[in-house]
């Protein structure tokens, strides 16, 4: 099985070439459905511990799960805490996705408590991320760099854009488009031009950093999804797994009636 920090590494270099990395997204805390997104394709999986139902004691299974198909799971945490990024990572997530940032003090008080030292200054210990200490070693490159991903969803992080695509460790930023639009008061209403030119600011700004940028698919649409990597999007969440289904079921009712 390729390990974890080989997964991490596939995902920089895809990353860093200017490609496109697809991940999937879950909400519902059940092992089937992990194992099940885990096996189609995706480079990751992330676990959502800020809008999802999923407690921390859940995450070793829904990793497993995920691993037997030879992706990276990977946690959005509720918020930018020591506590919650040392959990995740300590159950063996391969990186995090932090919600609101909007300083780069704050992601880089985030970047230092998800690394060991010197790179940082997350708690060592064994943890179910080394096999209670069996991989103690081998584990050490990973605990030194996770994967992290900053999102940017109020108008305080787009004033501080600037200076967040500087901080060092950085592999992307995404926008969380409902956060975003709420923030500048036009929730939901992705078509405004406005929120069409907050996007193309961020995308052009990332560029010019040599930072990649995301956004989340939010709905499971193949034409969406190839419309932003089309546009220069490069770190793309593909729907939810509640929202397939809710989908799916939709189209359904309106067959069936």
Not at 66 to 92: F, H, M, N, Y
Not at 101 to 119: F, G, H, T
Not at 209 to 223: K, R, T, Y
Request: aromatic share 8%.
């Amino acid at each position: 099985m390729i390990s974890r920090i080989d997964l991490i590494s596939k995902i920089r270099k895809k990353l860093n070439s200017n490609l496109a990395s697809i991940g999937g997204w879950i909400q519902i805390p059940h092992p089937s459905v992990a194992e099940i997104l885990g096996q189609f394709g995706y480079d990751w999986v992330a676990i959502d511990l800020e809008h999802g139902s999923t407690s921390h004691h859940q995450l070793p299974d829904l990793f497993r799960a995920i691993e037997l198909g030879e992706t990276l799971p990977i946690v959005r945490v509720a918020e930018g805490s020591e506590k919650d990024c040392k959990q995740a990572l300590d159950a063996g997530a391969g990186g995090v996705i932090v919600p609101k940032i909007e300083s780069a003090s704050q992601l880089e008080y985030v970047r230092d408590m998800s690394r060991w030292p010197p790179e940082g200054i997350r708690g060592v210990g064994y943890s179910r991320a080394n096999l209670f200490g069996e991989f103690f070693e081998k584990y050490r490159k990973e605990a030194l760099s996770p994967i992290l991903i900053a999102m940017i969803e109020s108008k305080k992080g787009l004033e501080n854009l600037d200076e967040i695509l500087k901080v060092r460790g950085l592999d992307a930023i995404l926008i969380g488009p409902y956060d975003l639009s709420a923030s500048m008061g036009i929730t939901g209403d992705f078509d405004n031009v406005l929120f069409q030119d907050i996007m193309q600011k961020v995308l052009a700004k990332s560029v010019s950093n040599n930072v990649p940028v995301g956004i989340h698919v939010v709905e499971p649409s193949f034409e969406e999804l190839d419309k932003r990597i089309g546009q220069g999007f490069r770190f793309l969440p593909f729907s939810i797994d509640s929202v397939m289904l809710r989908s799916f079921s939709k189209d359904i009712r309106r067959r069936n009636n």
